[in-house]
């Protein structure tokens, strides 16, 4: 296991597709976090999964936006109907509950999606 | 209000010089993390350093120190000795609370590092 993965890699799509985002995290990892990441800005939050509960959800996620972690392992990320204003990378990060690692999150390399 | 500020969007570097990157932030919580993240081109999100709000001594990783000054609220990266491959956007960014809890970036600096 060499690191956190997401698939896929790039996606375009049109004004009112959906869309849907896989997130592998490093397998031992307890908590899984979303970050939407627009130009020249830092990463912000979008929610946060210890296992399969999902613990916290920022008022960035509207309505259209879902995600599961089914089974406390990989993690989707829905969007309904995108929109323009979607267009973004979407970043995907672990962490461990436990260990020296437990202060860092573990990003992915991301998702880049640009709705036309 | 901002909860972290990076004052400096981009700055340009001598190799081999160090260089100062810096942050201030914002919270009334007395537990929280600072970290510093880098980002080069490829965009993946590097982890670089972490300093907890109840540490006593900055940390170090390897040529990277964080300048933790508590009653400021300051959280300077320092990068010794530069490399050309230090190049790329840093971000500093903060986690309130609990360890569970999200981390809040900064909008980031961009470093460029000149042979």
């Known amino acids: 296991d060499t690191g956190v993965s997401q698939d896929p890699r790039h996606k375009i799509t049109k004004r009112g597709q959906n869309v849907t985002f896989r997130c592998d995290p490093i397998s031992e990892h307890n908590r899984l976090y979303w970050y939407r990441q627009t130009l020249g800005q830092g990463p912000e939050f979008l929610t946060y999964f210890q296992n399969e509960a999902q613990l916290e959800k920022s008022r960035l996620l509207s309505d259209r936006f879902s995600a599961e972690r089914p089974k406390g392992s990989f993690s989707t990320l829905e969007i309904q109907r995108t929109e323009q204003g979607d267009s973004a990378m979407y970043l995907c990060a672990s962490s461990p509950l436990t260990g020296i690692s437990y202060n860092e999150q573990f990003f992915g390399p991301g998702t880049r999606l640009t709705v036309l | 209000a901002q909860k972290i500020t990076q004052t400096q969007p981009g700055m340009f570097v001598q190799e081999k010089e160090a260089v100062t990157l810096d942050c201030t932030y914002d919270?009334?919580?007395?537990?929280?993390?600072l970290f510093w993240y880098k980002q080069p081109s490829s965009g993946e999100m590097i982890f670089l350093i972490y300093q907890g709000s109840y540490d006593q001594q900055n940390a170090t990783e390897g040529r990277y120190s964080l300048n933790f000054q508590k009653a400021r609220k300051s959280a300077n990266l320092v990068i010794s000795a530069s490399q050309l491959g230090d190049s790329a956007m840093y971000f500093c960014?903060?986690?309130?609370?609990?360890?569970?809890?999200?981390?809040?970036f900064g909008k980031g600096t961009r470093l460029h590092i000149l042979p």
């Open positions: 960014a903060m986690r309130e609370g609990g360890r569970d809890d999200k981390i809040i």
């Open positions: 919270t009334s919580d007395p537990s929280y993390g």
